[in-house]
């Protein structure tokens, strides 16, 4: 089992910045892959960036240029760092650890960019 925390959220302005974590603990060695996801009010969840033990990195095109993925101590931290937010970047923010024992996901840290 994988224990996931994501931290950094907040309130932000329009065009600010912030960096998410995502920690991991546990069966750290399996992890594949690890993903930040988002779900704004009433909209599904969705991938907005993903990276793999192999290198590969995912970008959602509405966040291409803005969001950096990377990792830290192996899977032990996953950041998310996120440039010149925008209103639509409000949501709650999930990291999710794939294993070959299935994925695990955080409690969610919250982001919201005000006008």
């Known amino acids: 089992q994988v224990q996931v925390v994501e931290s950094g959220g907040g309130l932000v302005q329009d065009g600010g910045f912030l960096r998410l974590s995502c920690a991991a603990s546990?069966?750290?060695?399996?992890?594949?892959?690890v993903g930040w996801y988002r779900q704004a009010p009433d909209k599904q969840r969705e991938l907005v960036a993903r990276v793999t033990g192999g290198g590969s990195i995912y970008y959602a095109d509405s966040v291409k240029g803005r969001f950096t993925i990377s990792r830290a101590n192996a899977w032990k931290t996953v950041y998310l760092q996120m440039n010149s937010l925008k209103p639509d970047d409000t949501g709650v923010y999930y990291c999710k650890c794939a294993t070959n024992r299935g994925g695990y996901w955080g409690q969610g840290t919250q982001v919201t960019v005000s006008t």
């Open positions: 546990g069966y750290i060695g399996g992890i594949s892959a």
